[in-house]
């Protein structure tokens, strides 16, 4: 490069601009890139990006062409990508706030390393349908990303693709292997832990953890049933008004307690048809029998001690 330097104007400004970088790039090489002009010409340079970490382009070995233009660095570079990668075309100038789409975004305090650095963080970001953007899946973009490194993508004369191959080798000696994607969510034909660690009654739409034993105390409660009966009755004078009731407590399935304690019985999501229960029907004549009882005794109390005529008290 010393001997193609020589042919250049150092006082043109670009010129001076793009030789103080190469020699920077030179005296300090960044780990993730390299980039490098041509011979023939400094304006077009040559690179080459490592995928950015903790994403699927990690292990990537991606090639491109930057070139400058003629009032570097009042002016910004524009980009194109040579090796397939899933994010943007290849040779096509891409749209970036650091590229020549975007001219008021450009400062010339930045450089090639500047530009750089940033293509590399645009790598993995949503491409929102930008000019020269792709969207492939992650899936595709690792296997671009494996093909990537077997060599050197063809593009152009023997001498770019010569500086293409120098830097493809001396990336090779700096990219880590390519890691594997995280595991992804689980298919439909490999349930997920979740699911192992469940098993379902068939007898019953209740699914319960797996080596948890059903409690009988828990799954039944007690259910109180109450009948009451009012009781008016009038004899001359004599008016009695009486109530009685009766309760039973009995065990019931707690889910059939739910229901019949519910307030609510539109709000159920099941509805269960019930046959009248032999109980409530025996609740009901036990209490109506108690309080025919209760007022019989109170009516032979009274007319005893009325002296009633003709009342015997009985054998």
């Known amino acids: 490069m010393a001997a193609g330097e020589e042919k250049y104007n150092r006082k043109n400004p670009a010129v001076k601009r793009i030789l103080q970088e190469l020699k920077e790039m030179r005296s300090n090489p960044p780990d993730d890139f390299i980039g490098l002009p041509l011979e023939e010409n400094i304006f077009e340079w040559q690179?080459?990006?490592?995928?950015?970490?903790?994403?699927e382009f990690e292990g990537g070995i991606y090639h491109g062409r930057i070139q400058l233009p003629a009032d570097y660095p009042f002016k910004p570079p524009s980009f194109m990508m040579l090796?397939?990668?899933?994010?943007?075309?290849?040779?096509?100038?891409?749209?970036?706030?650091?590229?020549?789409?975007?001219?008021?975004?450009?400062?010339p305090s930045w450089s090639v390393r500047t530009a750089l650095v940033a293509l590399i963080a645009f790598m993995p970001t949503n491409p929102d349908g930008a000019l020269g953007s792709l969207d492939y899946k992650k899936e595709e973009r690792r296997t671009l990303a494996i093909r990537s490194r077997e060599a050197a993508p063809k593009y152009g004369t023997p001498e770019r693709q010569k500086l293409m191959d120098e830097i493809h080798q001396d990336m090779l000696a700096k990219v880590p292997p390519v890691p594997p994607l995280s595991p992804t969510t689980t298919t439909d034909e490999q349930p997920n832990n979740a699911d192992?660690?469940?098993?379902?009654?068939?007898?019953?739409?209740?699914?319960?953890?797996?080596?948890?034993?059903?409690?009988?105390?828990?799954e039944q409660r007690v259910v109180e049933d109450v009948r009451e009966v009012?009781?008016?009755?009038?004899?001359?004078?004599?008016?009695?008004?009486?109530?009685?009731?009766?309760?039973?407590?009995?065990?019931?399935?707690?889910?059939?307690?739910?229901?019949?304690?519910?307030?609510?019985?539109?709000?159920?999501?099941v509805t269960r048809v019930r046959k009248p229960s032999s109980d409530g029907?025996?609740?009901?004549?036990?209490?109506?029998?108690?309080t025919l009882a209760i007022v019989i005794?109170?009516?032979?109390?009274?007319?005893?001690?009325?002296?009633?005529?003709?009342?015997?008290?009985?054998?």
């Open 47 to 55: 690179f080459a990006i490592l995928g950015p970490c903790d994403s």
């Open 83 to 107: 090796t397939p990668n899933g994010r943007f075309e290849t040779q096509t100038k891409i749209c970036l706030s650091i590229s020549n789409h975007h001219p008021e975004h450009w400062q």
């Open 196 to 218: 192992r660690q469940m098993q379902t009654n068939p007898n019953s739409d209740v699914v319960t953890p797996s080596g948890a034993l059903p409690d009988p105390d828990a």
């Open 230 to 269: 009012r009781l008016n009755a009038a004899a001359g004078h004599l008016r009695l008004s009486f109530t009685a009731g009766v309760r039973l407590s009995r065990r019931v399935p707690a889910a059939e307690a739910a229901d019949e304690q519910s307030p609510r019985p539109e709000a159920r999501l």
């Open 281 to 290: 029907r025996f609740l009901t004549w036990a209490a109506v029998g108690l």
């Open 297 to 315: 005794l109170l009516v032979k109390k009274y007319m005893k001690s009325s002296g009633f005529s003709g009342y015997t008290e009985g054998p």
